[in-house]
């Protein structure tokens, strides 16, 4: 029996040097390409204008002594940085003194607004009736502008016809508290405000956090006898490390920029204490016109933001791999 050699001629690059022809997908890929960047356009768009742009510029002005009532703009380095480490500078001790108020205000308020909403978000977890409902009334806060709390809480608060005195002296308590005009009220009222009016969202995230562990490693412990408390240490705050790192970060962020709160329920009194980073900064930008300082004001506080993000950050996922 003879063998028929079937013999396969081999394919030959294209003569005369040419590139190999490009698979029929390309044409296709590109088009997705192209419909990616179109959605995101408008993004982008806005991103540049709003951010880039103007955070640039802001550099720039840092960088000038630049006033909207000057013509040309001089370049003077990093003299408005210095002038704000300067001790002795009058835009140096109020800056700082507004700042070291931010960081009181972050200290205070961060555990509150961490500790409070996954407390609220663990009861929310359980199987209980009109859950919805509860989710709802905590969250409801959230959606109202910092001016309406401003409004409806200047008048809970207000020293002489606030309805919270006259709820105190009711029931036999002081009637006469400065919430708004005295330390260390001001800060209750102020923390106090801010924990009711932003905990719906770390709520939210949390509770969202809890439906993702495995319901599993639950039995699992309640068999090996675990209780509440232990299945809590055990179980729920290592599947929540990578939400508690998210929620404490952006927490603290919101935080440092507090402005409407105090701007409306204390005017940053009694004097400057609780005047927060932001409004100084404002103060100095828009009412004082001292543009060139309050941008450099402003990058100091971006850098030490950052460095506590990276911070946080770290340490989290240490305990994470130390965890693992």
């Given at each position: ?30 088009r ?21 742009g ?55 308020s961060?555990?509150?607004l ?16 009109a ?13 109202l ?6 409004v ?16 105190l ?29 932003t905990?719906?969202?770390n709520t ?23 209780g ?18 998210f ?6 962020l ?64 240490e ?6």
């Amino acid at each position: 029996m003879t063998e028929t050699a079937t013999l396969v001629a081999p394919q030959r690059s294209s003569a005369g040097g040419r590139h190999p022809r490009r698979p029929a997908g390309s044409a296709s890929s590109r088009r997705k390409t192209l419909t990616a960047y179109l959605f995101l356009a408008p993004f982008l768009v806005l991103f540049l204008t709003f951010v880039a742009g103007p955070g640039i510029f802001g550099i720039w002005m840092s960088l000038t002594n630049w006033s909207p009532f000057r013509d040309v703009q001089e370049f003077v380095g990093f003299q408005n940085y210095i002038d704000l480490f300067t001790p002795g500078n009058v835009l140096s001790s109020d800056f700082w003194k507004s700042m070291s108020v931010t960081g009181i205000f972050i200290v205070i308020s961060v555990p509150f607004l961490v500790v409070i909403p996954l407390l609220v978000a663990i009861l929310l977890n359980q199987r209980i009736r009109a859950a919805t409902t509860f989710r709802t009334i905590f969250f409801a806060p959230y959606v109202l502008g910092v001016a309406v709390i401003g409004v409806i809480w200047g008048y809970i608060f207000d020293t002489q016809s606030g309805i919270l005195n006259h709820l105190l002296g009711v029931i036999g308590l002081p009637s006469d508290i400065p919430w708004t005009v005295d330390v260390p009220w001001v800060w209750v009222s102020i923390v106090g405000v801010t924990v009711w009016w932003t905990m719906g969202l770390n709520t939210i995230i949390f509770l969202a956090g809890l439906k993702g562990i495995n319901g599993d490693l639950y039995e699992a412990a309640a068999l090996d006898g675990a209780g509440a408390m232990r299945k809590f240490s055990s179980v729920t705050l290592p599947g929540l490390r990578p939400v508690m790192t998210f929620i404490t970060t952006t927490t603290i962020l919101a935080s440092a920029n507090m402005f409407g709160q105090s701007y409306l329920l204390t005017k940053g009194g009694p004097g400057t204490e609780t005047r927060t980073v932001i409004m100084y900064i404002a103060d100095q930008g828009l009412s004082q016109n001292n543009m060139a300082p309050a941008a450099a004001m402003s990058y100091i506080l971006f850098l030490a933001l950052a460095i506590v993000s990276v911070i946080n950050f770290r340490l989290q996922r240490e305990r994470v791999e130390k965890a693992s």
